[in-house]
């Protein structure tokens, strides 16, 4: 079983979810506010949080803040929000994916079974040495990024991001490759990728306006070059 948290003011929709979930052979509960969601979170983590971004006192981008402070879980925004703003703003404060209300339930399972996947691929593995790109390393074994031995704090999705760049040094892979090979989607928002992207150059590229190590190929996609 693997655990949700639903984070979601809505009594008729919180419901809904918690129970179409557990349809779907996962342990759900809910909660109605970002405060409550906090505490639950810190008292029985979830292996998974889906969080509105219209709730009361506390709203869903800084829920989200709040979360990506301490914790690493996957977080997916489920909002009526469609405007791209909102979307790039929830995925700048620490969301991993994000989906548009109505959710058909099929399309939120499929994203959380990615979600383990990726999270699975992010594991610590003795399989892949450590990758150096100048004063950047990703250590697999050890599940870390560090930038001149210092330790870089990257959520799973960064790093499954940055491993797949890093196993293919100076090669250019577009959006809809990365989208397939880190989010597991086959057809998708490409604003994911670049959010992303920009949130790693943030931590790893001391000038992000001139990055040294992940660059864009204008029209091509993203690489990571030593």
Excluded: N
């Excluded at 709203?59 to 909002?79: A, T």
């Excluded at 979307?87 to 990615?114: H, M, N, Q, T």
């Excluded at 920009?198 to 992000?208: A, C, S, V, W, Y």
Aim: glycine share 8%; hydrophobic share 40%.
């Amino acid at each position: 079983m693997t655990g949700v948290l639903v984070i979601e003011d809505d009594d008729r929709i919180r419901l809904s979810l918690v129970l179409a979930l557990e349809d779907e052979g996962y342990e759900a509960r809910g909660v109605a506010t970002a405060e409550e969601g906090l505490v639950e979170q810190r008292s029985r983590p979830a292996e998974t949080v889906l969080v509105d971004l219209m709730l009361p006192g506390v709203d869903g981008f800084e829920c989200i803040r709040r979360l990506r402070r301490h914790d690493g879980v996957p977080i997916v925004v489920v909002s009526a929000r469609d405007d791209t703003h909102d979307i790039v703003a929830a995925l700048e404060a620490g969301a991993d994916d994000y989906l548009v209300k109505p959710v058909a339930i099929k399309e939120l399972s499929a994203r959380l079974r990615a979600l383990r996947r990726r999270a699975r691929a992010a594991e610590p593995t003795t399989d892949m040495p450590t990758l150096v790109f100048g004063d950047l390393e990703i250590v697999p074994d050890a599940g870390e990024v560090r930038l001149r031995g210092t330790p870089v704090a990257v959520t799973r999705t960064e790093f499954r991001l940055l491993c797949e760049l890093a196993q293919h040094p100076g090669r250019i892979l577009s959006r809809q490759q990365l989208l397939q090979r880190v989010w597991d989607h086959t057809v998708g928002d490409e604003r994911l990728v670049d959010v992303h992207v920009g949130r790693l150059r943030q931590k790893i590229e001391p000038d992000t306006a001139k990055p040294r190590h992940l660059l864009t190929v204008r029209g091509l996609g993203y690489k990571l070059q030593r």
